[in-house]
């Protein structure tokens, strides 16, 4: 696992060396130019206070096993009249004025002049120039090299500081109740830490709410399903209390269908927990013309035993982008209730239009249709609209979750759902794409 304080370490010391390093050949660069120069000139003045009267004789030449200054001196007759290392690796010749000597030992600065009848020659290894800066460079940088491994401490100490807030905020996580969804205190944080607290705060509302509409929905669904479930059981006492065979079929046709209304209502708990989570459809294009007469055909053999003509009045070619599994629920459930609450010999138009560039899935039924105050509320799991005039014969068994399901679909497909009359009397649907 990476660490962000040994990261911080390793790349800050990494600067620090490159930029001592950087700065000690900036140094050395500059003590080299200084040196050449001082050299220079302190070759000039042993040159300068040479003795300008020509030589008798040949002085005696010496060898002192150094490479420092070697000095060579002949007459106006090009004789050598003195060698102060005979050793030195120098052509013998003189050439006036200053000038670098690349021989098989290294490099040498050589400085020739005329004094008086002599021709002088100097010249010193450029090693011993090159050694002088870098000695200079040495000891202008050895205090920073020797506070390296503080410079180290300092700032390992210092990362650790600057990342307390981020530990907190961990703390603060870990020692948390499942349950507690509270968002983190945002005081006294740095301005870097601000961002990943409010991502945080923002992640635990959305789960908070996530967990509200969970509970909500459990305790809603513990509370219909008690009532079928309690249905069933009275059912089942009836069937072992009945005496003879009339009464006993009588009674296993009343739990049959008390087990296929909590049936039903099981899977469309089911099918709405499915539609809860995280409200976005994946991204494929649907082609909703097909999907419709896949939908109609499948509803056709329910819808005529039921006595509804359910047909396709109009259907053009259009696509959306959604979830075409999540449409086939929401156009069933739509489907189901138009058939479900058409009275027999009533009609269910399915029609596919193109409105102002949006897909547009209208559903038009002759059915009792939805009093205008409840329309707002029929979207709502388990609210079923009470009995009128016109309800009351075609009112059928329902979970109050089909609409709730529609609802949810239509909003992971960013889709509206409204709710108006139909021309056959009617309750009209129009989901608009």
């Known amino acids: 696992m990476s660490s962000i304080r040994r990261q911080l370490l390793f790349w800050l010391l990494a600067i620090v060396v490159a930029g001592v390093s950087l700065a000690g050949w900036l140094i050395y660069r500059q003590a080299l130019a200084e040196a050449n120069e001082l050299f220079d000139y302190q070759l000039q003045e042993i040159a300068a206070a040479l003795p300008s009267e020509p030589f008798n004789e040949i002085l005696s030449s010496r060898d002192t096993g150094t490479e420092g200054i070697v000095l060579q001196i002949w007459n106006r007759n090009g004789e050598l009249m003195y060698y102060s290392h005979p050793r030195a690796p120098l052509a013998p010749r003189a050439e006036l004025g200053f000038s670098t000597e690349r021989t098989d030992r290294g490099d040498w600065r050589v400085y020739g002049a005329i004094v008086g009848d002599n021709v002088v020659q100097l010249a010193q290894p450029t090693t011993v120039r090159n050694r002088l800066a870098a000695n200079v460079a040495l000891r202008t940088l050895w205090p920073l090299i020797v506070l390296l491994p503080f410079l180290g401490l300092a700032v390992w100490q210092v990362v650790g500081r600057g990342l307390k807030p981020l530990s907190r905020v961990a703390r603060a996580l870990d020692t948390r109740h499942p349950e507690a ?25 959305r789960l908070a709410q996530a967990l509200d509409t969970q509970k909500a929905f459990v305790a809603d669904a513990a509370h219909e399903l008690r009532t079928p479930l309690a249905a069933v059981q009275i059912q089942a006492q009836l069937v072992a209390r009945a005496r003879d065979d009339e009464t006993r079929r009588e009674a296993l046709g009343d739990l049959q269908a008390g087990v296929t209304r909590a049936t039903r209502l099981a899977e469309q708990l089911l099918a709405l927990a499915r539609s809860e989570p995280d409200g976005h459809a994946r991204a494929q294009s649907v082609d909703m013309h097909a999907l419709l007469d896949d939908c109609v055909l499948n509803y056709a053999p329910l819808a005529q035993q039921r006595g509804v003509d359910l047909g ?4 053009v070619d259009a696509h959306v982008h959604g979830d075409a599994d999540a ?69 059928v068994s329902g979970t109050g979750l089909g609409l709730a399901i529609v609802r949810r679909i239509a909003d992971q497909h960013e889709a509206t759902i409204t ?4 021309q056959a009397g009617g309750l009209r649907v129009d989901v608009r794409f």
């Open 419 to 422: 709710l108006g009359d139909s």
């Open 327 to 395: 449409l086939r629920v929401m156009f069933n459930n739509l489907l189901d209730n138009a058939t479900k609450y058409t009275p027999a010999g009533g009609r269910v138009d399915v029609s596919l239009i193109v409105d102002d560039g949006h897909p547009l899935v209208r559903i038009d039924d002759s059915g009792p249709g939805i009093p205008v105050d409840e329309r707002a509320r029929v979207f709502d799991r388990f609210y079923r609209v009470g009995a009128s005039a016109g309800r009351a014969r075609t009112d």
């Open 181 to 205: 969804l509270e968002p983190l205190p945002e005081e006294r944080l740095p301005r870097e830490v601000m961002p990943l607290v409010h991502a945080l705060n923002a992640l635990l509302e």
């Open 312 to 315: 396709i009045e109009e259907s």
